[in-house]
């Protein structure tokens, strides 16, 4: 796990200001997972979550209030920054009132800050699709238009001082209900110790019989240690973190950079969620971004 991942609940946002979020990083790549992996997307990553998950590899601990005038009033500054560095023109559809681009909310866990919604709305007017990733815990209302990704995630336990998952979550009703599709991380069942992501739950299996709509798997990706670049600033300083440092440091992680992954297991969590995939019809999802060694 990357960072520290404080778990707190919807009380921690109860004194948010109206038209703001707190963003922990925002930045321009192309989206690895889901039904629109492969596009083009700007992706704002709220702070704070309610759950603590041993093998998450984001950060988010810290957080800087923004309007909603700022965000978007950094949208076009990070995607014309995106393309200045690799001396090339802004593409017209990445550009003007509509952008052709898919707009990604993510965290930790975004439907904590109720001020979401709203931001979605105006997001509506100006990307071409919209999509907030969710553990399902805590539902909201969403517009029509967004696309809710629902990652189920799985209580842990400390058992022998071992982050040791439980089982799953089971998402709110609401969110089950309101979800387009259902994504699940996935790794190679360990010897004599149950392990609840190694198989999808049955009411998943459920649902998807039920509302026809899709489900995609993830390998887990084991890391070794940190990436180097977040590690080697971390250590320089004491100081609070710049949603700067965190979009261009923290957010890229490359499958390439040696020694930073686990391959055997990998190779491992690959081939065994490959497998699974195709015995049920899921999609397998393979983080695309990473071998691109995009943010």
Same mark, same amino acid.
């Given at each position: 796990?990357?960072?520290?991942?404080?778990?707190?609940?919807?009380?921690?946002?109860?004194?948010?200001?109206?038209?703001?979020?707190?963003?922990?990083?925002?930045?321009?790549?192309?989206?690895?997972?889901?039904?629109?992996?492969?596009?083009?997307?700007?992706?704002?990553?709220?702070?704070?979550?309610?759950?603590?998950?041993?093998?998450?590899?984001?950060?988010?601990?810290?957080?800087?209030?923004?309007?909603?005038?700022?965000?978007?009033?950094?949208?076009?500054?990070?995607?014309?920054?995106?393309?200045?560095?690799?001396?090339?023109?802004?593409? &017209?559809?990445?550009?003007? @009132? $509509?952008?052709?681009?898919?707009?990604? =909310?993510?965290?930790? !866990? /975004?439907?904590?800050?109720?001020?979401?919604?709203?931001?979605?709305?105006?997001?509506?007017?100006?990307?071409?699709?919209?999509?907030?990733?969710?553990?399902?815990?805590?539902?909201?209302?969403?517009?029509?238009?967004?696309?809710?990704?629902?990652?189920?995630?799985?209580?842990?336990?400390?058992?022998?001082?071992?982050?040791?998952?439980?089982?799953?979550?089971?998402?709110?009703?609401?969110?089950?209900?309101?979800?387009?599709?259902?994504?699940?991380?996935?790794?190679?069942?360990?010897?004599?110790?149950?392990?609840?992501?190694?198989?999808?739950?049955?009411?998943?299996?459920?649902?998807? &019989?039920?509302?026809?709509? @899709? $489900?995609?798997?993830?390998?887990?990706? =084991?890391?070794?240690? !940190? /990436?180097?670049?977040?590690?080697?600033?971390?250590?320089?300083?004491?100081?609070?973190?710049?949603?700067?440092?965190?979009?261009?440091?923290?957010?890229?992680?490359?499958?390439?950079?040696?020694?930073?992954?686990?391959?055997?297991?990998?190779?491992?969590?690959?081939?065994?969620?490959?497998?699974?995939?195709?015995?049920?019809?899921?999609?397998?999802?393979?983080?695309?971004?990473?071998?691109?060694?995009?943010?």
């Amino acid at each position: 796990m990357f960072g520290m991942n404080e778990i707190v609940g919807l009380k921690h946002f109860k004194n948010a200001l109206p038209n703001t979020l707190t963003v922990t990083s925002r930045f321009y790549t192309l989206q690895g997972e889901g039904p629109f992996r492969g596009y083009p997307a700007y992706f704002i990553r709220l702070a704070k979550c309610n759950l603590a998950c041993s093998f998450c590899d984001t950060y988010f601990d810290s957080g800087q209030v923004q309007t909603f005038d700022e965000i978007f009033a950094d949208i076009d500054r990070v995607i014309a920054e995106f393309y200045a560095k690799r001396n090339m023109p802004i593409p &017209q559809w990445a550009q003007g @009132p $509509i952008k052709r681009i898919v707009l990604v =909310i993510t965290g930790g !866990e /975004p439907t904590l800050q109720s001020n979401l919604t709203a931001f979605l709305e105006r997001a509506n007017d100006v990307f071409y699709h919209t999509q907030i990733e969710s553990n399902g815990t805590c539902p909201i209302p969403l517009p029509d238009k967004t696309t809710l990704v629902c990652s189920p995630k799985c209580l842990e336990k400390k058992v022998n001082d071992v982050d040791t998952a439980v089982r799953y979550l089971t998402p709110k009703k609401e969110m089950l209900a309101r979800a387009d599709c259902l994504k699940f991380v996935m790794g190679v069942p360990e010897q004599n110790r149950y392990t609840p992501y190694s198989e999808i739950p049955q009411w998943a299996h459920d649902w998807t &019989q039920t509302t026809g709509k @899709p $489900i995609f798997v993830s390998p887990m990706n =084991i890391y070794l240690r !940190e /990436p180097q670049k977040a590690k080697e600033r971390r250590a320089m300083r004491n100081t609070e973190t710049t949603i700067a440092e965190r979009s261009y440091i923290d957010e890229v992680i490359s499958f390439w950079e040696p020694g930073l992954l686990d391959m055997k297991a990998n190779q491992r969590n690959h081939e065994y969620t490959a497998e699974y995939a195709m015995k049920y019809g899921f999609i397998l999802n393979l983080q695309i971004h990473l071998y691109a060694s995009l943010p």
